[in-house]
Nanobody, 115 residues
Framework: QVHVEESGGGLVEPGGSLRLSCAASGSIWSRYAAGWYRQAPGKERELVAG???????MYTDSAKGRFTISRDNPRNTVDLQMNSLKPEDTAVYYC?????????WGQGTQVTVSS
């Protein structure tokens, strides 16, 4: 079993920055792919950024140029650096870890962008 936990959310003003961290623990015997998703009130959960088990990042249009996803393999963490935040980035952010054909989700962390 794999446990996933997100941290780093909070309240930030428009134009500010936050760094989210996703820590995976448990039965991890190889590198895993991971993704950051978000879900705003009344909307479906959507992919923001992902990273392969080899470290190749990918971004959706909403994240390009503002967000950076990275991984620290020894620590089994995947971070999402978010800059130039906008009110429309307000959502609960979730981390998904993909390992051996299984998906593991965290409980999410709230990000609120407001003045």
């Amino acid at each position: 079993q794999v446990h996933v936990e997100e941290s780093g959310g909070g309240l930030v003003e428009p134009g500010g920055s936050l760094r989210l961290s996703c820590a995976a623990s448990g039965s991890i015997w190889s590198r895993y792919a991971a993704g950051w998703y978000r879900q705003a009130p009344g909307k479906e959960r959507e992919l923001v950024a992902g990273i392969t088990n080899g470290g190749k990042p990918m971004y959706t249009d909403s994240a390009k140029g503002r967000f950076t996803i990275s991984r620290d393999n020894p620590r089994n963490t995947v971070d999402l650096q978010m800059n130039s935040l906008k009110p429309e980035d307000t959502a609960v952010y979730y981390c998904k870890v993909q390992l051996a054909g299984m998906d593991y989700w965290g409980q999410g962390t709230q990000v609120t962008v407001s003045s």
